[in-house]
T-cell receptor, first 114, second 114 residues
Framework: DAGVTQSPTHLIKTRGQQVTLRCSPI?????VSWYQQVLGQGPQFIFQ???????GRGNFPDRFSARQFPNYSSELNVNALLLGDSALYLC?????????????FGPGTRLLVL | AQSVTQLGSHVSVSEGALVLLRCNYS??????LFWYVQYPNQGLQLLLK??????LVKGINGFEAEFKKSETSFHLTKPSAHMSDAAEYFC????????????FGTGTRLKVLA
C-alpha cells in the first residue's frame, strides 16, 4: 500500500516568493496534518485538516495557509517567503483527529529560501 | 505548559551495546506517547506508541519503551545496538482530552560505533 506522498521533494525559492506544497494521504485516511522541521529541531505543528475543515492551527503567521480537497489530499501555501521558512515540511495523515490517533508521515518537502 | 524533553541531543553507543534514549513529558493529563525515527533525508517512521493499555510497549526493530507516570518518562531502549540504528529519534506526545496535534521533542541523534 502506498504511504503518504509529498511533492515536490525539493524546492528553492527566493525571499518574497510564494510556494505551494502538496500531500496525498494514505488511502482511507481523512485527516492531514502539516509540520515544519527546521534543521536540528523537532517538527512543529502548523495545521490539521479533517473532512476539508481546519481542525487546528499552530503558532504560525497568516502567511501560512492550507486546504484539503474532496479526495483528502492537501496543499500548504506559504506567501512572502522569509529566509527563516527554510525547512523540511512534513505531511502526516491519520484516520481521524483523536488525541491518540497515529499519524503517518511522508518523506517531506525540503524548502530552501535564498 | 505541555512539553516533551529529550535529554541528550547526541548519544553514541558501541555496536552490540544497550541503547537508552531519554524522554520526559510535562502534561496535566495522561498523554499518548510516541517514538519516531528519522533516517537522513527521510520522513518520520513510527517506532512505537503508548496508549495506556500497557506500560511496557514493544515496537519495531527490537525497540521498546516503558511509561513511568511517577517519573513522567517514556525512555526508549534496545538491548543491542546495530549499525543500522544510527538515525535521529524523536519523542512526541499528544495530550489526552481531544487535542489534535503532536508535540515533539528536539530529537536525539544516535551514533553507533563499530
Amino acid at each position: 500500500d502506498a504511504g503518504v506522498t509529498q511533492s515536490p521533494t525539493h524546492l528553492i525559492k527566493t525571499r518574497g516568493q510564494q510556494v505551494t506544497l502538496r500531500c496525498s494521504p494514505i488511502s482511507g485516511h481523512k485527516s492531514v496534518s502539516w509540520y515544519q522541521q527546521v534543521l536540528g529541531q523537532g517538527p512543529q505543528f502548523i495545521f490539521q485538516y479533517y473532512e476539508k475543515e481546519e481542525r487546528g492551527r499552530g503558532n504560525f503567521p497568516d502567511r501560512f495557509s492550507a486546504r484539503q480537497f474532496p479526495n483528502y489530499s492537501s496543499e500548504l501555501n506559504v506567501n512572502a517567503l522569509l529566509l527563516g521558512d527554510s525547512a523540511l515540511y512534513l505531511c502526516a495523515s491519520s484516520l481521524g483527529t483523536g488525541a491518540g490517533e497515529t499519524q503517518y508521515f511522508g518523506p517531506g518537502t525540503r524548502l530552501l529560501v535564498l | 505548559a505541555q512539553s516533551v524533553t529529550q535529554l541528550g541531543s547526541h548519544v553514541s553507543v558501541s555496536e552490540g551495546a544497550l541503547v537508552l534514549l531519554r524522554c520526559n513529558y510535562s502534561s496535566s493529563v495522561p498523554p499518548y506517547l510516541f517514538w519516531y525515527v528519522q533516517y537522513p533525508n527521510q520522513g518520520l517512521q513510527l517506532l512505537l506508541k503508548y496508549t495506556s493499555a500497557a506500560t511496557l510497549v514493544k515496537g519495531i526493530n527490537g525497540f521498546e519503551a516503558e511509561f513511568k507516570k511517577s517519573e513522567t518518562s517514556f525512555h526508549l531502549t534496545k538491548p543491542s545496538a546495530h549499525m543500522s540504528d544510527a538515525a535521529e529519534y524523536f519523542c512526541a506526545f499528544s495530550p489526552a482530552g481531544g487535542t489534535y496535534k503532536y508535540i515533539f521533542g528536539t530529537g536525539t541523534r544516535l551514533k553507533v560505533l563499530a
